[in-house]
């Protein structure tokens, strides 16, 4: 199961750009034709994810499906495998969506105030 491998490599590059602040959320794109199954991702996440800034983060997956655009008639129609050929029955196109593996967005915690010098302690 290759999304293990992943899902490590997901949250060691989101705990790099948090710079020691915890994750609150991480939204990833992982399309249909991406080979990497959103479901494994999903599950793999909060394992992974313990004992780093992103335990305890949201995960949000979007799953863009395949879209490609024919190079022959010029038809943009649904893809839903690698192989699918567009209506006119050409194999030659530009595939427009699909295949993403991103990292989109992550959202991260505030850092936590410094106390005032000399301020007294509680």
Same mark, same amino acid.
């Given at each position: 199961m290759h999304?293990?491998a992943?899902?490590?490599?997901? !949250?060691?590059? !989101?705990?790099?750009?948090?710079?020691?602040?915890?994750v609150?959320r =991480?939204?990833? *794109?992982i399309g249909?034709l991406s080979?990497?199954?959103?479901?494994? =991702?999903?599950f793999?996440?909060d394992?992974?994810? *313990?004992g780093?800034?992103?335990?305890?983060?949201?995960?949000?997956i979007r799953?863009?499906k395949g879209?490609?655009?024919?190079?022959?008639?010029s038809?943009t129609f649904?893809? +839903?495998?690698?192989?699918?050929?567009?209506?006119?029955?050409?194999?030659?196109?530009e595939r427009?969506a699909g295949?993403e593996?991103?990292? =989109?967005?992550c *959202?991260?915690?505030a850092?936590? *105030?410094?106390d005032?010098?000399?301020? +007294?302690?509680?």
């Open positions: 999304e293990l992943i899902t490590r490599n997901i !949250v060691a590059m !989101v705990a790099e750009a948090a710079q020691g602040r915890p609150r =991480v939204l990833l *794109e249909a080979g990497v199954l959103a479901d494994s =991702v999903r793999c996440f394992v992974v994810a *313990e780093s800034p992103l335990e305890g983060a949201l995960l949000e799953e863009p879209r490609a655009r024919c190079r022959a008639c038809v649904d893809q +839903p495998t690698l192989f699918t050929p567009c209506i006119c029955g050409a194999r030659d196109f427009l295949e593996l991103t990292i =989109v967005e *959202e991260f915690a850092p936590a *105030e410094a005032p010098i000399g301020a +007294p302690a509680m």
